[in-house]
């Protein structure tokens, strides 16, 4: 295996540059506001927040799904508002909670959906699917010809993030990728795909509300409060910012805590 | 005269009337499922051509259909007289289940799924074609099944503007007081309904995803 490790000045591939983002409805309003942070390559950055700090948002800046209100987002040395936005996409994975297969597709189509978009040649698209399926822990034989309600909720999420990782593309977003599996699945889920983030040396941004998650995967973890970063830092260092918000997931991690003071 | 001797006696004539019928049905359906179809393709993302078309389309449908026949009469090219007329006001009958359920089944897919086949760099057209149009397949053929069912029946009414088929037995019987010769047409006509929905209700679950 060639285990890559991203040095930690390497160029940086996304770039947040005082973005904002908001609604012009009736009542306009904010969801992220003066966003600055850039992530490298290889990095593993992490958007904790809670549910409305604008983690998603951010996330859907990064491929074109929404387009900022003020500032720009820079991708792989372009604006997104610049590039073209299917390119774009093409070249970054995308894994959401619900994993959002295709029902009509077998899984192994489903995996080939970016192959198939980019006319790859069959022999290419199969033996990527054979690969990618025995990536992340699923038969080839067994699961390729199945179809998405015919598996697990843990495996779908298997299939979702080998799809995102179909044509290698170098950036990977996931959006609580691991939310809604029960316990055990999401321990083993989670441990499998940190191992599996280490080997491929992707540029990963992940979005979750689970300070455990954050602590297991990132290689920095990024805090959101109401549209604002309020933290920047490393798994270490984390917990010992001293900020009320960084204080409340602190004590998510142990419950009790609360209770004995 | 009971209907069963009328039935043998005009066996032939029953018989020339519901192929009619079934000509009439059939011209129809094919009209409305290629103005609503692809119509409620087009109106999946024209919010304001969308009001417009489904409007129309209920009103339509709420025009009682012996006074929608009697309305086209009038009407330079389309009306007049005859089978013209009547397959002009099936269409217009059969086109709201049609466009309504080609519009529900489009729009009505798992967000997730579209959200994931637009970050996946998929264009409009192959998110319409590749992903909404194969997930919308059975709720459009539901439509379809409901505006056959619906046309059969507006159908009968179509031979008081002189466009033949079954109705033409039903106000023949209305006229002499005869249940025979309204059974005459009434069960055919009531056939053709039945075998339709089994029909379609059949290709309806072959084409539903689990």
């Given at each position: 295996?060639n285990?890559?490790t991203?040095?930690?000045?390497?160029?940086?591939t996304?770039?947040?540059?005082s973005?904002?983002?908001?609604?012009?409805g009736?009542?306009?309003?904010?969801i992220?506001?003066d966003i600055?942070?850039?992530v490298?390559?290889g990095q593993?950055?992490?958007?904790?927040?809670?549910s409305?700090?604008g983690?998603t948002t951010?996330?859907?800046?990064?491929?074109?799904?929404?387009?900022?209100?003020?500032g720009q987002?820079?991708?792989?040395?372009?604006?997104t508002i610049v590039w073209?936005p299917?390119?774009?996409?093409?070249?970054i994975?995308?894994?959401?909670?619900d994993?959002?297969?295709f029902?009509?597709?077998?899984?192994?189509?489903?995996i080939?959906l970016v192959?198939?978009?980019?006319k790859?040649?069959?022999?290419?698209?199969?033996s990527?699917?054979?690969?990618?399926?025995?990536l992340v822990g699923?038969?080839?034989?067994?699961?390729?010809?199945?179809r998405?309600?015919?598996?697990?909720?843990g495996?779908?999420q298997?299939?979702?993030v080998?799809?995102a990782?179909?044509?290698d593309p170098?950036?990977?977003?996931?959006?609580?990728?691991?939310g809604?599996?029960d316990p055990?699945?999401?321990?083993e889920?989670q441990?499998?795909?940190?191992a599996l983030?280490?080997?491929?040396?992707k540029?990963?941004?992940?979005?979750?509300?689970?300070l455990?998650?954050?602590?297991l995967l990132?290689?920095r973890i990024?805090?959101?409060?109401?549209g604002?970063?309020?933290?920047?830092a490393?798994?270490?260092e984390?917990?010992h910012?001293?900020?009320p918000?960084?204080?409340?997931?602190t004590?998510?991690?142990t419950?009790?805590?609360?209770a004995?003071? | 005269?009971?209907?069963?001797?009328?039935?043998v006696?005009?066996r032939?004539?029953?018989l020339?009337?519901?192929?009619n019928?079934l000509?009439?049905?059939?011209?129809?359906?094919?009209f409305?499922?290629a103005?609503g179809?692809?119509?409620?393709?087009?109106?999946v993302h024209?919010?304001a051509?969308r009001?417009l078309?489904?409007?129309?389309?209920?009103?339509?449908?709420?025009?009682?259909?012996?006074?929608?026949?009697?309305?086209?009469?009038?009407?330079?090219f389309?009306g007049?007289?005859g089978?013209?007329?009547?397959?002009?006001?099936l269409?217009?009958?059969a086109?709201l289940?049609?466009?309504r359920n080609t519009?529900?089944?489009?729009t009505?897919?798992d967000?997730?799924?579209?959200?994931?086949a637009?970050a996946?760099?998929?264009?409009?057209s192959?998110?319409?074609?590749r992903?909404?149009l194969?997930l919308?397949?059975a709720v459009i053929?539901?439509?379809?099944r409901?505006a056959?069912i619906?046309?059969?029946?507006?159908a009968?009414?179509?031979?008081?503007?002189?466009?033949?088929?079954?109705?033409?037995?039903i106000?023949?019987g209305?006229?002499?007081?005869s249940?025979?010769v309204?059974?005459?047409?009434a069960?055919?006509?009531?056939?053709l309904?039945?075998?339709?929905?089994l029909?379609?209700?059949?290709?309806?679950r072959?084409?539903?995803?689990?």
């Amino acid at each position: 295996m060639n285990a890559k490790t991203a040095p930690e000045n390497a160029d940086p591939t996304i770039q947040f540059q005082s973005v904002t983002y908001g609604l012009n409805g009736s009542v306009p309003r904010t969801i992220v506001n003066d966003i600055r942070f850039s992530v490298a390559a290889g990095q593993t950055l992490v958007l904790l927040g809670r549910s409305g700090s604008g983690k998603t948002t951010l996330l859907k800046l990064i491929n074109r799904l929404l387009v900022p209100t003020g500032g720009q987002v820079i991708v792989r040395g372009s604006p997104t508002i610049v590039w073209d936005p299917i390119r774009l996409r093409r070249g970054i994975g995308y894994v959401i909670q619900d994993a959002g297969l295709f029902p009509h597709f077998t899984v192994a189509q489903n995996i080939a959906l970016v192959p198939s978009l980019e006319k790859w040649d069959a022999a290419r698209t199969n033996s990527r699917v054979n690969e990618l399926l025995t990536l992340v822990g699923l038969d080839p034989a067994e699961f390729a010809s199945r179809r998405p309600h015919e598996l697990s909720g843990g495996q779908r999420q298997r299939v979702g993030v080998a799809r995102a990782l179909a044509a290698d593309p170098p950036i990977l977003l996931m959006d609580e990728p691991f939310g809604a599996l029960d316990p055990v699945t999401r321990a083993e889920l989670q441990r499998e795909f940190s191992a599996l983030a280490r080997r491929l040396g992707k540029t990963i941004v992940f979005v979750t509300h689970d300070l455990r998650e954050a602590l297991l995967l990132a290689s920095r973890i990024i805090l959101l409060q109401t549209g604002r970063i309020i933290a920047d830092a490393t798994p270490q260092e984390f917990p010992h910012i001293d900020h009320p918000e960084v204080r409340a997931f602190t004590a998510s991690l142990t419950p009790l805590a609360g209770a004995q003071a | 005269m009971t209907p069963w001797t009328f039935f043998v006696d005009h066996r032939a004539e029953i018989l020339e009337a519901t192929a009619n019928h079934l000509t009439l049905v059939i011209i129809a359906m094919t009209f409305a499922i290629a103005i609503g179809v692809p119509l409620g393709m087009l109106i999946v993302h024209r919010p304001a051509l969308r009001n417009l078309a489904l409007g129309l389309a209920s009103i339509f449908q709420t025009i009682p259909s012996l006074a929608l026949f009697g309305f086209l009469i009038p009407i330079p090219f389309i009306g007049g007289i005859g089978r013209r007329t009547a397959i002009v006001a099936l269409v217009l009958y059969a086109l709201l289940p049609i466009l309504r359920n080609t519009y529900v089944g489009l729009t009505g897919i798992d967000p997730a799924v579209l959200e994931a086949a637009e970050a996946m760099g998929m264009t409009q057209s192959q998110i319409l074609w590749r992903v909404r149009l194969p997930l919308a397949r059975a709720v459009i053929l539901a439509g379809i099944r409901t505006a056959t069912i619906i046309t059969i029946g507006v159908a009968t009414i179509a031979a008081a503007i002189g466009a033949g088929g079954l109705g033409t037995f039903i106000f023949r019987g209305v006229a002499m007081v005869s249940d025979a010769v309204i059974l005459a047409g009434a069960i055919p006509a009531a056939l053709l309904a039945i075998a339709a929905d089994l029909l379609l209700g059949w290709l309806e679950r072959r084409l539903k995803i689990a």
